[in-house]
């Protein structure tokens, strides 16, 4: 390889690492406590051949449907235990090599041919990556390991498309080529049923880039690949183990019908083009909260206006088509098309960010920048100065994720109406040793859930209980156990992964004390 595009992954692999390290001296939050501190079969060897032979998709496992997925926690299971700075390391380590995959494919798209007809300025790539790396909206799937599952989905997808583009330049139909770009879309949708997108991600790219290249390829790439997708989410329900002891409810459309989903999106999809343009208000908890300064009516109006300056922009660069297939295809299926378990989140922008950088780097190269070198340095100079912002506030976003107090506090100052946010912080603050501030939250929790939750009363139990208040704590218990019988059986909780050990623990000491 060139040794200057060695130094240029040299200086993008840097940069995120330098941005990234503070994660690693964070603790594990949010679904990492319990899958990876409370669920043994991370930890048990015996589930290798389970999850690299895919039987567990008829196992009721956490992420039984994300197979590969699973395998990459065990693998830091095997060399870290339950220590969280290697499943830190690892989750950094691969969005730098996503930061790497997005470069590659921006310097093939741009490769391509520009507007002006000239080569592309090598540093638009490079800003563009480093859009992508310090985006503040990464900050979820890279600081939380059981996100992890978009980092792969998007690696496998990205790398499709790279196999796919070095076949550009190849001759005959170079079926092995062809074959590894099928198979990266099955890693890809057993990372994550997002991964879907992967083959329709290559079809995209061979549509407007394949002038001149044999069909049969990417009859194999992107046909392979659908193929293969296609069976492998066949199997994923059909085989869904059920009843299940894990997943006890099923999730919902928001406002629980489609038609009321198909209402609500528009607003989530201008959520997220404002989290993407202005990252100023990321949440680990959406909810109608968040989109409440939104209405339908002025969605739809700049979701149009969207359209039209897609419309035109592609008109003048067909590059374009594929910088929005790979912003708009990864975000169908989180579209609450179907039921899903979070209708919005900040890990569901990973991918399409990927798609954003590319689009950006189109704009870079425009001809109307290029034109005249004093307005190419300019914008580019600005662009420089916008990824500097963004990494500064990616750096205070992680910061969010450093601990389960930062990051319930955040998630509940930003979303006052999150039920997650109030009973996640009233436990956080109960963990601190703040107990009376953890009784105010868990009462807060239970007004939120208009008192019908016994997971809530548990939660002011505990709290109540802390601050030695046991009496009160007694009474907030017997309502707990009068909405949800389970909650008398703690270790039945914990291994349906609705609750953890200490919690557990906990419960067993309240109802101990009574008759």
Same mark, same amino acid.
């Given at each position: 390889m060139d040794p200057s595009l060695l130094r240029t992954a040299a200086v993008l692999v840097g940069v995120t690492l330098a941005v990234f390290s503070a994660t690693l001296s964070a603790g594990l939050v949010y679904d990492a406590r319990l899958q990876i501190l409370t669920d043994p079969f991370l930890h048990d060897p015996g589930n290798w051949l389970n999850v690299l032979s895919f039987r567990v998709l008829g196992m009721d496992v956490l992420d039984f449907n994300r197979p590969v997925h699973l395998a990459s926690l065990m693998l830091d299971a095997a060399f870290w235990g339950t220590n969280p700075f290697g499943y830190h390391l690892t989750s950094i380590l691969l969005h730098a090599a996503n930061v790497l995959l997005v470069w590659f494919v921006i310097r093939e798209v741009l490769g391509r041919g520009t507007a002006s007809g000239r080569a592309a300025d090598p540093l638009v790539p490079v800003v563009s990556a480093l859009f992508f790396a310090v985006h503040p909206v990464v900050a979820e799937a890279v600081c939380e390991p059981t996100f992890r599952e978009d980092l792969l989905a998007a690696a496998f997808t990205l790398g499709a498309v790279v196999l796919a583009a070095r076949h550009i330049a190849a001759a005959g139909d170079d079926l092995r080529r062809a074959a590894g770009c099928a198979g990266l879309c099955l890693l890809a949708v057993a990372s994550k049923e997002s991964g879907i997108a992967a083959p329709f991600v290559v079809a995209a790219y061979g549509r407007v880039f394949r002038r001149g290249v044999t069909s049969r390829f990417w009859t194999i790439a992107a046909g392979g690949g659908l193929a293969l997708v296609t069976a492998f989410l066949a199997a994923r329900f059909l085989l869904e183990p059920s009843p299940s002891r894990i997943f006890e409810s099923r999730p919902e459309y928001p406002g629980g019908t489609l038609l009321e989903a198909l209402k609500i999106e528009p607003r989530i999809l201008v959520l997220y083009a404002q989290l993407v343009a202005w990252p100023i208000n990321l949440c680990a908890d959406y909810g109608g909260y968040s989109i409440r300064n939104l209405p339908l009516w002025a969605s739809l109006a700049i979701l149009t206006v969207l359209g039209i300056a897609a419309g035109l922009a592609v008109r003048r660069d067909s590059r374009i088509v594929f910088a929005l &297939? #790979?912003?708009? #295809?990864? *975000? *169908?299926?989180?579209?609450? #098309?179907?039921?899903?378990? +979070?209708? &919005? /989140? @900040? +890990?569901? *922008?990973? $991918?399409?960010? !990927?798609g954003v950088a590319c689009l950006l780097a189109c704009l870079l190269d425009a001809a109307w920048v290029r034109a005249r070198e004093p307005r190419r340095r300019t914008v580019m100079m600005l662009a420089v100065v916008a990824v500097a912002a963004l990494a500064w506030g990616c750096v205070v976003r992680q910061r969010v994720w450093h601990s389960q107090l930062s990051l319930w506090s955040d998630t509940f100052a930003r979303n006052p109406g999150s039920f997650n946010g109030a009973n996640g912080l009233s436990a956080a603050l109960r963990e601190a040793g703040r107990g009376d501030e953890a009784v105010e939250m868990a009462r807060r929790a239970v007004s939120l859930s208009a008192g019908t939750r016994g997971d809530a009363w548990m939660t002011l139990a505990l709290a109540l209980d802390a601050a030695g208040r046991t009496s009160e704590a007694d009474d907030a218990a017997t309502k707990a156990l009068e909405l949800d019988s389970r909650l008398a059986d703690p270790d039945g +909780?914990? /291994?349906? #992964? &609705?609750?953890? =050990? @200490?919690? &557990?623990? !906990?419960?067993? =000491?309240? $109802?101990? =004390?009574?008759?």
């Open positions: &297939a #790979l912003t708009l #295809l990864p *975000l *169908l299926p989180v579209s609450n #098309l179907v039921p899903i378990y +979070r209708a &919005a /989140a @900040d +890990r569901y *922008l990973y $991918l399409p960010l !990927a +909780r914990v /291994a349906a #992964l &609705a609750m953890e =050990r @200490d919690e &557990a623990e !906990a419960v067993k =000491r309240i $109802l101990g =004390r009574r008759p």
